[in-house]
């Protein structure tokens, strides 16, 4: 991504063309969809925004997972947010007030890593793995950064939009050949 | 794509082959400490010579694995001093197959995860994808009601079994068969409601299959007056029992900050002691209108998760009772002509109604573009559903949060210390459904 976070924050702030962008939290633009908060994060920022998060009393991360977006490159992101092939989607839960909010992480195909959250919520660690195996996005840090669904040795990620779905041919009884 | 197929092994190694990071995790100990930290703590906790220990596999077709997990475990004598996971030999792409699916018929593909409460499934991604239309909330007021009361009955079975099984694996065996016996009766009743005992796909997008069958409240009334008399049998057979206390109590014991860091939900969680339950402190449904009691725990022991599953139950006849009440009249499913199809008797009078109804089923409704996470209490924790929309009728990107997936991850945690014939009830107490784990 070119755009350090602060150009990112200036940025929405001037646009007022862009409808989506309403606040910033943390330096990172703030969205609404469909009535929940998305925080885009950029990828350098990924953990020291997880921690800021985490002080805010976001203390739990409930789920982590990842998209292939490379058959919808056109969906609608704040501006300054530049789309790129995969998105580490992450939600956290802060429980004393009782709020959500979801955070998105652009990661390119041609460099598909991003940092462990390993480090400030351990429970990260099976659905890391978990995008790991699905997507191909590896992460820094991660103490055991092994497949965790497909056999060890399995080639490919599944969930990728380039893997097809596959299907096993049925054989029945008597049917011609 | 890189060629390299896996960075790591699955499996569990020697000591001396991983990192002091892996080690930690794998000994359950140290969450919050990054490698450097624990370092500067001293030495790792010292089990002795590794030719003193022995590294066994129960599972995958262990009995008290709940299906095909498999653990490694690291005995020294018969005290555990590692345990890792293995998953996925289940794994057949649920994932995968529901962006295939379009949203009319993904709730067939997601009732199949977690197969003990499988109407909690149907409902997270029916509110998920009505979310995503922008009909949450004219859902009319019966299928909502509907609703609940499916979710709590299928609670209540999905607890029951539980009963049982965690009864059969202490060696209970009796309460093995009073377990099944019960939930046969609820799962009698959703056999009358949707014609199915499990994987119903009965709540859609937009309400409900169909209406309550005639003398359904007759039906749930009997199961409620039937069910607190058997209940207080399972206390006279395992709660009160010594044999049953020393076997529980003390035994995969976990902490408030520990089962937070780890993202453990559902009694997992209120066995600690948090008061967690999204029905009442982010409530969906018409769960605000309702009163009951969310059932914590003190002490994060096995025993603890026990028996807050069987105060559940009773819990759930409360707010069951209370869905009586408050059941009204009204359709099940929204007059929505985008994603309801028309009425059976209209097809016959009506070509419009016939081409309707012939498009919707075999293209699916269009659900605009976006993404929304939804999660409400399944009986194992916080299921969420994320869906992410290209605008098309299939789902771009279907997740399931499954919380059997994310519990597991305290198996180390719980059993670190202990004996191998408590690590039987440790995995027991955790009430894993593998369907959901490997999706």
């Known amino acids: 991504m070119s755009d350090t976070p602060q150009d990112t924050a200036t940025a929405d702030s001037d646009d007022a063309a862009d409808p989506t962008a309403v606040q910033d939290l943390h330096g990172c633009p703030l969205t609404d969809s469909r009535g929940q908060d998305v925080l885009h994060v950029s990828r350098d920022r990924w953990v020291e925004v997880v921690k800021l998060l985490a002080d805010d ?11 292939d977006y ?4 056109d969906r609608e992101l704040p501006s300054g947010v530049a789309p790129e092939r995969f998105e580490v989607v992450a939600n956290l839960l802060d429980m004393s007030n ?5 955070l998105r992480v652009q990661v390119p195909e041609s460099d598909a890593r991003l940092d462990s959250l390993f480090d400030v919520h351990p429970g990260t660690e099976a659905m890391e793995r978990e995008t790991y195996d699905m997507f191909g996005v590896s992460f820094d840090g991660h103490p055991d950064p092994s497949r965790i669904l497909m056999p060890e040795d399995w080639d490919g990620h599944p969930l990728r939009k380039d893997y097809g779905a596959g299907a096993i041919p049925v054989q029945f009884k008597g049917a011609p050949t | 794509m890189s060629t390299l197929a896996t960075e790591g092994h699955q499996e569990m ?3 001396s082959e991983i990192t002091a990071r892996e080690l930690m995790r794998e000994l359950g100990s140290v969450l919050r400490l990054s490698e450097a930290e624990a370092a500067k703590l001293g030495e790792l906790p010292d089990d002795g010579d590794e030719d003193q220990t022995m590294v066994i596999n129960m599972g995958p077709q262990h009995p008290s694995t709940h299906g095909v997990l498999r653990l490694m475990l690291e005995l020294k004598g018969e005290a555990v ?3 890792k996971p293995i998953i996925g030999y289940l794994h057949t792409g649920m994932e995968k197959t529901g ?3 379009t949203f009319m018929q993904g709730g067939t593909n997601v009732t199949r995860m977690d197969y003990l409460s499988p109407l909690n499934n149907e409902l997270v991604f029916s509110m998920a994808t009505e979310k995503l239309l922008g009909i949450d909330g004219d859902i009319p007021e019966r299928a909502v009601w509907m609703r609940m009361l499916l979710s709590e009955l299928n609670r209540m079975s999905s607890h029951l079994l539980f009963m049982a099984t965690n009864g059969m694996d202490l060696g209970a065996v009796s309460m093995m068969i009073y377990g099944w016996r019960e939930r046969e009766e609820v799962l009698r009743f959703f056999q009358k409601v949707t014609g199915l005992r499990m994987n119903h796909n009965f709540v859609r997008p937009g309400g409900l299959a169909a209406d309550l069958p005639a003398g359904w409240r007759d039906d ?3 199961l409620l007056d039937m069910l607190p008399e058997r209940l207080e049998e399972y206390d006279i057979l395992m709660t009160g029992q010594p044999i049953w206390r020393e076997r529980l109590q ?3 014991v976990i902490t408030p900050t520990e089962a937070l860091a780890l993202g453990a939900t559902g009694p997992i969680l209120r066995s600690t002691g948090v008061e967690w339950d999204l029905r009442r402190d982010q409530p969906y449904l018409h769960y605000d209108d309702i009163d009951f009691d969310v059932v914590v725990g003190t002490y994060g022991d096995a025993f603890d998760r026990y028996a807050i599953r069987l105060n559940e139950i009773r819990e759930s006849m409360k707010i069951v009772r209370q869905i009586l009440d408050h059941m009204p009249e009204g359709d099940y499913r929204i007059q929505d002509k985008k994603v309801t199809p028309p009425p059976r008797a209209r097809i016959d009078e009506s070509m419009e109604a016939l081409i309707h109804h012939f498009k919707i089923f075999t293209e699916g409704f269009r659900v605009p573009e976006g993404e929304v996470y939804v999660a409400i209490e399944s009986p194992r924790g916080e299921i969420g559903c994320y869906i992410a929309s290209d605008g098309s009728p299939t789902p771009y990107r279907m997740h399931m949060r499954a919380p059997s997936f994310v519990n597991i991850q305290c198996l180390p945690h719980m059993m670190r210390g202990g004996l191998v014939a408590d690590a039987v009830a440790v995995i027991s107490s955790v009430d894993p459904v593998l369907g959901e784990v490997d999706r």
Request: hydrophobic share 35%; glycine share 12%.
């Open chain 1, 70 to 73: 490379s058959r919808f490159m």
């Open chain 1, 98 to 102: 009782r709020r959500r909010i979801r």
């Open chain 2, 250 to 252: 003390g035994v995969g």
């Open chain 2, 99 to 101: 962006e295939q699916l």
């Open chain 2, 220 to 222: 749930v009334l009997r």
């Open chain 2, 13 to 15: 190694r020697p000591r």
């Open chain 2, 81 to 83: 001093l590692r345990c």
């Open chain 1, 57 to 67: 009393g976001y203390a739990m991360c409930v789920d982590l997972t990842g998209v």
